[in-house]
T-cell receptor
Framework: DGGITQSPKYLFRKEGQNVTLSCEQN?????MYWYRQDPGQGLRLIYYSQIVNDFQKGDIAEGYSVSREKKESFPLTVTSAQKNPTAFYLCASSIAGGWTEAFFGQGTRLTVV | AQTVTQSQPEMSVQEAETVTLSCTYD???????LFWYKQPPSRQMILVIRQEAYKQQNATENRFSVNFQKAAKSFSLKISDSQLGDTAMYFC?????????????FGKGTKLSVKP
């Protein structure tokens, strides 16, 4: 079945550590997105990529990094520079330009301990 | 800057009644799509309905329909015959197509509670 998979579902990080969230899709979508969700904040865009080897910063990119070496994969690294990383992270994909809809993964809950 | 505004943080409705969720957006572009997404307690994002900006006819999907007012930049969602399973966060979203634009922008959401 085609879909978008995020892993792990829950992730714990010690302060000062970098951590990488995985996002894989087999929908042959060109565009991929990372969002952060906090209570009362809705979904805020961290990074997005419209094509392999290219990505753009969203509204809250500071303290995060991404790569897009393969069409299927768009991992997000939460670096130690991110001061408040505890949140729910959602990955999404769509055909380029968002012609139909964005498909979402099930999310990763990151907690700093 | 492009923005999406949902002015109702929380709403409630009795089962079987109708409720309307508001959404306004701001863009200088003329070609775009608008979406309503539902996020139940499982936190899985589910597409409810989609509207192409070039279409004047309002989209409908079973009990869900929209009132799209392009000039006013308004995109409200009407849920008819509300069911307990409609209890969720609802997000309005917007995306340009064409050119260099391409990021999907969300509002802050409306928490809908359907009461028995």
């Amino acid at each position: 079945d085609g879909g978008i998979t995020q892993s792990p579902k829950y992730l714990f990080r010690k302060e000062g550590q970098n951590v990488t969230l995985s996002c894989e899709q087999n929908l042959n979508h060109d565009a991929m997105y990372w969002y952060r969700q906090d209570p009362g904040q809705g979904l805020r865009l961290i990074y997005y990529s419209q094509i392999v080897n290219d990505f753009q910063k969203g509204d809250i990119a500071e303290g995060y990094s991404v790569s897009r070496e393969k069409k299927e994969s768009f991992p997000l690294t939460v670096t130690s520079a991110q001061k408040n990383p505890t949140a729910f992270y959602l990955c999404a994909s769509s055909i380029a330009g968002g012609w139909t809809e964005a498909f979402f993964g099930q999310g990763t809950r990151l907690t700093v301990v | 800057a492009q923005t999406v505004t949902q002015s109702q943080p929380e709403m409630s409705v009795q089962e079987a009644e109708t409720v309307t969720l508001s959404c306004t957006y701001d863009t200088s572009e003329s070609n775009y799509y608008l979406f309503w997404y539902k996020q139940p307690p499982s936190r899985q994002m589910i597409l409810v309905i989609r509207q192409e900006a070039y279409k004047q006819q309002n989209a409908t999907e079973n009990r869900f329909s929209v009132n799209f007012q392009k000039a006013a930049k308004s995109f409200s969602l009407k849920i008819s015959d509300s069911q307990l399973g409609d209890t969720a966060m609802y997000f309005c979203a917007f995306i340009n197509y064409g050119g260099s634009q391409g990021n999907l922008i969300f509002g802050k959401g409306t928490k809908l509670s359907v009461k028995p």
